[in-house]
């Protein structure tokens, strides 16, 4: 074999275990040992299925000061994750076959794991050529259309053949539209504005038109970074109507709206953190959960201006997995869900064949984790360009000391191998 782990322990099995892997594949799991090229002893630590993100922004092309594919997969790596999704809101979009294969392109050229991508709206012509790529999803921020456009697009994907998922960006126009007028008009320009401007409403009123348009055209629908309750339970309750999945950030999980108090600008996003009372938490997340990082790079110039100039989002690669981590030292969730909510669930979602599971056969991506293993985040020890994150200082317990993909070793205790 090519790469033999040696002194593995798997969540839910007892003793330690051997993996081989050859040719990127894993070809036996097993408590004796194997011959291979190149044996790594483990120490005991924890192999979990490479981590999945299925919502990135790695900014390329068109905005590369902020991320490109090939900072953006290096962060990724360092953070434990062997498979990203990147979203469409490129320069140009990713809604043309030109500017999807130009993506392609990049990915091939820089990516140093596997970087996938969902597709933008275009008219159906531009988006039938698309599809037969097999774009992951096609995203739609429902924050830019009018009803009447949504029905159009909902319907172009439906005529669609090959019967892709709908992502969407749950935010509806006129409700967020009205709301920041009248917050401008106030003339605070408060950090803590932004939150009212995008109220939970806009989201619950967003997720039901989006319920509504998929069961009319028989589609399966993935909200994006789900932050109010309400919504969550609006998703439930049409559970048994439309195909519905929905993923986590970790800042909606662990920030409220009150922290805009504490750190202002930096942990401005769409949607924003939500007031106590309305939003998800913690205690939210269980087996059948899916986190989506919705790692949104910017400059620190940027995100210095004024609450209105400022651009949305946060880098998350590198901080997730210690978050949850830290959460399971805590005993807020239990461990044995990790390689659920942070792989196997969005493999499933996103039918993404041979990964998410260490099982023989399929894919040789791994993350392995020190459960024990304390520190602070430390910015300047990240490969992402953003230099800004409200967890930077804070301790942590628990984190990736090695992620594999594809049988080759990617990061080793934080360093990034080409």
Known sequence: MDLLLKNCKLINKKGEFYIGIENGIIKKISKLPEEADEIIDINNNIVLPGLIDPHVHFRDPGMTYKEDIKTGSMAAA??????????????????????????????????????????????????????????????????????????????????????????????????????????????????????????????????EKAIKLSKKYNLKLHVCHLSSKKSEEIIKNNKSDVDTSYEFTPHHLLLEANSFNKFGNIVKTNPPLRFYGENITINDVNENSIIGTDHAPHTIEEKENMIWNCPSGMPNLETVLSLLLTEVNRKNIPLNIIPKILSENAAKRFNLKNKGKIQEGYDGDLTIIDIKKEGKFDLDKFYTKAKFSPFNNIPYKGQAVMTIYNGKVKMDNNIIIE
Not at 81 to 97: A, E, G, Y
Not at 169 to 190: A, F, P, Q, V
């Open 78 to 207: 360092n953070g434990g994750f062997t498979t990203v999704i990147d979203m469409p809101n490129t320069k140009p979009k990713t809604n043309t076959l030109k500017a999807y294969k130009e993506k392609e392109k990049i990915i091939k050229n820089k990516s140093i794991i596997n970087t996938l991508i969902h597709a933008g709206i275009n008219n159906l012509n531009e988006m039938k050529k698309i599809s037969k790529l097999n774009p992951i999803s096609f995203k739609i921020f429902m924050n830019e259309y009018e009803d009447e456009e949504l029905n159009t697009i909902f319907r172009n994907i439906s005529k669609l053949n090959t019967n892709p998922i709908v992502t969407i960006h749950g935010e509806d126009k006129k409700t967020i539209e009205k709301y920041t007028i009248k917050m401008k008009e106030k003339g605070s320009n408060l950090p803590i504005d932004h939150a009212y401007a995008r109220p939970s409403i806009g989201e619950d009123i967003a997720i």
